[in-house]
């Protein structure tokens, strides 16, 4: 385990990897079902709570820890349906 502080001394708990590019939840569930070759129906309802599009923030990992993401989207999905296909 790595303690990690900001320079005010202020301990840092959560740090966010990913990636920062923003993706709406529709958008993510047809490239899966695209690549899985899935014949699923996707079902839309009102969206409540949170409006508009949150964009992630990796800035600590890539500040405090020299991380930077390496993956593209569509590349760790498919690493990924991979993954589950053979469990």
């Given amino acids: 385990y ?22 709406r939840v ?11 070759k899935s014949k699923s129906i996707i079902n839309y309802s009102k969206a409540i709570g949170i409006m508009g599009l949150p964009k992630p ?6 500040e ?6 390496t993956t593209k989207l569509e590349d760790g999905l498919k690493i990924m349906i991979r993954d589950f296909k053979r469990r």
Avoid: R, S
């Fill in 26 to 36: 529709c958008n993510l569930a047809k490239l899966i079902k695209k690549l899985t």
């Fill in 57 to 62: 923030d990796i800035n600590e990992a890539k």
């Fill in 2 to 23: 790595k303690f990690i502080f900001k320079p005010t001394g202020k301990f840092i708990q959560d740090i966010v990897f990913g990636n920062d590019k923003q993706i």
């Fill in 64 to 69: 405090y820890l020299d991380w930077q993401p």
